[in-house]
């Protein structure tokens, strides 16, 4: 399947900094789909996107599908401890089998 | 509800050994799916179902094969262990009704030696 990039890899921030978390692709994306994945545990989803342009938040969370759909985002603001995580962009193919980026794994230090 | 549950939690297979991972869920869902999730490699798709009696492959099917033949089940056999086949590995369900949000197991890990 297309391969859907997400950067970066890895983030280490104080707590109460911002973070921020990049999944892109080179062809348009039907959807977009965020999931987090406590340590240990498993991927627990947390919002889906359809539309160009579009922004939901979550509490502290905000999510993004860019205009093209070939890029999405999502940003938390004033991280906390239990922020920590890999969080995964996944493009839900015909809706029901996921393809998912590589995830970045946030570490979030008191 | 119990939503989807997986068994073994944990299993140790020798190379050249078989086993079934089982997967349940109680939610009706038509949509089931493995997956499996090596390091800094995220979630590959293995097989997946749209519904009792009809399966397909993903992206990473060899030396797995599915069944699907109640809407609550859908284990994953593993016919010959191989050590690449170490991993931990997710069923997952979802459904139209849900906007296909994928609900996902606990998870099995399995080393193969």
Known sequence: GQQVMQIPQYQHVQEGEDFTTYCNSSTTLSNIQWYKQRPGGHPVFLIQLVKSGEVKKQKRLTFQFGEAKKNSSLHITATQTTDVGTYFCAEANSGYALNFGKGTSLLVTP | ?113
């Not at chain 2, 991972?21 to 090596?38: F, G």
């Not at chain 2, 390091?39 to 797995?64: C, F, K, W």
């Not at chain 2, 069944?67 to 979802?94: G, H, I, N």
Request: proline content about 5%; charged content about 15%; aromatic content about 10%.
């Open chain 2, 1 to 113: 509800n119990a939503g989807v549950t997986q068994t073994p939690k944990f299993q140790v297979l020798k190379t050249g050994q078989s086993m079934t991972l089982q997967c349940a869920q109680d939610m009706n869902h038509e949509y089931m799916s493995w997956y499996r999730q090596d390091p800094g490699m995220g979630l590959r798709l293995i097989h997946y179902s749209v519904g009792a009696g009809i399966t397909d492959q993903g992206e990473v099917p060899n030396g797995y094969n599915v069944s699907r033949s109640t809407t609550e089940d859908f284990p994953l056999r593993l016919l010959s262990a191989a050590p690449s086949q170490t991993s931990v590995y997710f069923c997952a369900s979802s459904s139209a009704g849900k906007g296909y949000e994928q609900y996902f197991g606990p998870g099995t890990r399995l080393t193969v030696t």
